[in-house]
């Protein structure tokens, strides 16, 4: 109602700028139009990119250094977009603050939305991208969904590749290391009012990054957590907003206190399981039919469609080995199964680690022990949870072809 009301404002004011003839109608459905559908504008272009690389460089750190997210390169892409005039030229300059205003509506509002991607090296020396049209898609879909504009994946992903281009000496060689990319969009119309923001920026940072487990798989212990919700149906759950994170960093401080590295999210009165941490949720068992499953929450509104999830849902029917599924799961079904012996491995899935392997889950006063390699027993992780890591690996390192599309080399 805030924006209708505030777009009828403009239009009276302007038809009295511009006459009787103007109509208030035409003109919200053009501001509306223009400020969601990029393409009736300036499109985002690749081919406009302007490069002022810095003209420092600074110094790398060693591999064994390097810790996630606290080193950047020597440049960041950026582009700005404004309604009725669309995306303007993108720009690769060096790294460095933003100026943005107080009343900026991106620290008011949360108008924010992100990527997690990562640029790898291959033993030819290549750059390669892991599924980068699936991150564009859900980047797209995220901005769609807290108003910001839309862009076309395709010119995103060039600029991405020309970025890598020029700070390509801080993608870090070897298994297990990649350079970290967070594309990420922002409105940046100075207005305390709340409403669609008439301005926008996209901006793509790097950081050189080791493996999640540096020295061999950690199985971690969660705490489930019902009295505090991540998502819910409806909601932005499926959207990779900032607006999402802040508000589980308590309840996840509150697990570490109590021993807990990370929550398992539930959600309803039957306590469903959705996410682990950040993390989609994987289950492998035998179900009560006696069919060996890999379980994961459905696509229900709540949960993000993770690019591993996916990634992970296809190769595993692709094995054919047994059953896979998306459906709903709860923590009697857990713990039914836990009884029962039939739960075989359980691991949380997302692009900083591939695969997290869970070992306890607290829950209302009952541990549920969750078996990793019976066979090995100084082991930290499942037998399927390490032959999914090595496979994806494989692929995003260039030693494996994967599925059509899914390494792509810049």
Not at 116 to 137: E, H, I, Q, V
Not at 144 to 150: C, D, F, G, K, V
Not at 225 to 235: L, N, Q, Y
Not at 395 to 409: C, F, L
Request: proline share 6%; hydrophobic share 35%.
């Amino acid at each position: 109602m805030f924006v209708q009301r505030t777009l009828r404002q403009v239009a009276t004011k302007a038809q009295t700028a511009f006459g009787p003839s103007f109509t208030p109608a035409g003109y919200s459905a053009k501001v509306l139009s223009s400020r969601f559908y990029s393409t009736a504008l300036a499109p985002l272009d690749a081919s406009k990119l302007e490069i002022n690389a810095s003209k420092r460089q600074k110094p790398l750190q060693e591999n064994s250094q390097l810790v996630f997210g606290k080193t950047f390169t020597d440049n960041m892409l950026i582009v700005e977009w404004e309604a009725g005039k669309g995306w303007g030229k993108p720009q690769i300059k060096e790294y460095g603050k933003l100026q943005l205003d107080p009343s900026a509506v991106v620290f008011h509002y949360a108008f924010e939305c992100f990527e997690g991607m990562k640029a790898y090296k291959d033993k030819a020396g290549k750059t390669r991208l892991f599924r980068p049209d699936m991150n564009m898609k859900r980047f797209n879909r995220s901005a769609t969904r807290i108003a910001l504009p839309s862009f076309e994946d395709d010119e995103l992903t060039k600029l991405i590749g020309e970025f890598l281009k020029v700070d390509e000496r801080w993608i870090p060689k070897g298994r297990g290391y990649s350079l970290y990319l967070r594309p990420t969009m922002i409105g940046t119309q100075e207005s305390l009012g709340v409403g669609a923001s008439n301005k926008a920026m996209i901006f793509v940072i790097a950081s050189p990054v080791g493996p999640y487990f540096p020295s061999g798989f950690n199985a971690v212990n969660l705490l489930a957590t019902s009295e505090k919700v991540r998502a819910w149906p409806g909601g932005t759950g499926d959207a990779k907003v900032g607006g999402n994170y802040a508000p589980c960093i308590r309840p996840q401080l509150d697990a570490n206190k109590e021993g807990y590295q990370q929550n398992l999210w539930l959600f309803g009165p039957d306590h469903q399981l959705t996410e682990v941490g950040t993390m989609n949720c994987f289950v492998y068992w035998k179900n009560e039919k006696g069919e060996t499953e890999l379980v994961t929450p459905p696509l229900d509104g709540s949960i993000l469609p993770g690019v591993t999830r996916d990634s992970i849902l296809t190769l595993t029917r692709q094995w054919g080995e047994f059953k896979v599924s998306e459906r709903k799961l709860n923590m009697q079904d857990l713990l039914k199964a836990d009884k029962e012996g039939r739960i075989i491995e359980m691991f949380g899935a997302g692009t900083a680690c591939i695969v997290c392997p869970i070992k306890k889950i607290h829950y209302n006063g009952t541990d549920i022990h969750v078996p990793l390699d019976p066979s090995d027993k100084t082991s930290q992780a499942g037998k399927l949870t390490k032959r999914i890591n090595d496979a994806i690996m494989d692929i995003q390192y260039g030693d494996a072809e994967g599925p059509k599309g899914w390494s792509v080399v810049v």
